[in-house]
């Protein structure tokens, strides 16, 4: 009896027993491609969260050069493993990058969004943008897909993961693709914006 007593009093007071958990599901814009593992956003986020005394883990699935049909074939696994609270879903950079139908990474994020909800996880939806030399038809109809995709599944969006960063060349590393340590607070602080309400009264109490 005074076992199961201590039991229950363990499971009650250890942190991680009522933590949620953010699941941040993207490509090497958040894997930290290029620089230090805890100079990157979603390192930054975690100290965040524990800065504002939010009870959240954060476990970061990203993986350099991922697009939307690598996530989609991985997406069941990773939110059964991790069973998140939020999912951060941050894929179709390297879709655009590599010119893939754009009906076909909507479709891709469509099947990540209801995944993740089926879980019984809130989404967060990250956008991005291409450059112009993608073509205005093109970069166009990619930077709405985002748009259409949160629309159709009632989810927030992030327009734009690099809001802020992209155009300004001291921001990025030698290949002009992927951010610099110094660019990383302000991609936080542009996912925090869609983040925050997710979160609910634990930061609108603080």
């Given at each position: 009896m005074l076992r199961k007593?201590?039991?229950?009093?363990?499971?009650?007071?250890?942190?991680?027993?009522?933590?949620?958990?953010?699941?941040v599901f993207g490509d090497s814009l958040a894997a930290a491609y290029g620089i230090g593992a805890r100079e990157g956003w979603v390192?930054?986020?975690e100290q965040r969260l524990r800065e504002k005394g939010l009870d959240y883990t954060v476990a970061n699935a990203s993986i350099s050069g991922e697009t939307t049909s690598g996530g989609a074939a991985r997406i069941d696994e990773a939110v059964r493993r991790t069973q998140p609270s939020i999912v951060i879903l941050a894929l179709g950079s390297n879709d655009g990058?590599?010119?893939?139908?754009?009906?076909q990474m909507k479709e891709n994020l469509a099947r990540m969004v209801r995944a993740a909800?089926?879980?019984?996880?809130?989404?967060?939806?990250?956008?991005?943008?291409?450059?112009?030399?993608?073509?205005r038809r093109y970069t166009e109809e990619f930077q709405q897909a985002f748009a259409e995709v949160a629309e159709a599944h009632r989810v927030p969006l992030v327009p734009f993961l690099l809001e802020g960063v992209a155009g300004n060349r001291e921001y990025f590393l030698s290949d002009n693709l992927h951010p610099t340590a110094a660019a990383q607070p302000i991609i936080l602080d542009t996912v925090w914006k869609g983040l925050a309400p997710l979160l609910g009264a634990q930061v609108g109490a603080r």
């Open positions: 007593l201590l039991l229950v009093l363990l499971f009650a007071w250890c942190p991680s027993a009522a933590a949620g958990t953010i699941l390192t930054l986020l990058l590599r010119g893939l139908p754009v009906a909800r089926s879980a019984g996880s809130r989404v967060l939806l990250v956008g991005n943008r291409m450059p112009p030399n993608y073509g």
